[in-house]
């Protein structure tokens, strides 16, 4: 079984950063794609970034503001924000595949508001 924990949501001015953190237990993190993910009121669960060993793809919202990476000694990914707009507002949920089987984290609140 594979637990995922996220952290670094918060409350954010427009224009401002943040840096999202998923903590993963078990040992199959570093062969595993990865991918944070996020849900807005209303609104239907989206991609943000994923990151794979062939590389990253991003959703076109967030292209050149936000960088996905990951750290397989800690068996960490990230998810670094920057120039945040208020329709960035959502539940941030990371999620790890492998092979068939998917896990999926609780979720950290980001809400960018002045």
């Known amino acids: 079984q594979v637990q995922l924990v996220e952290s670094g949501g918060g409350l954010v001015q427009p224009g401002g950063s943040l840096r999202l953190s998923c903590a993963a237990s078990?040992?199959?993190?570093?062969?595993?794609?990865m991918g944070w993910y996020r849900q807005a009121p209303g609104k239907q669960r989206e991609l943000v970034a994923r990151?794979?060993?062939?590389?990253?793809n991003y959703a076109d919202s967030v292209r050149g503001r936000f960088t996905i990476s990951r750290d397989n000694a800690k068996n960490t990914m990230y998810l670094q924000m920057n120039s945040l707009k208020p329709e960035d507002t959502a539940v941030y949920l990371c999620?790890?595949?492998?092979?068939?089987?998917?896990?999926w984290g609780q979720g950290t609140q980001v809400t960018v508001s002045s």
């Open positions: 999620k790890l595949s492998s092979g068939f089987v998917s896990f």
């Open positions: 078990g040992s199959i993190f570093s062969s595993s794609a």
């Open positions: 990151i794979t060993s062939g590389g990253t």
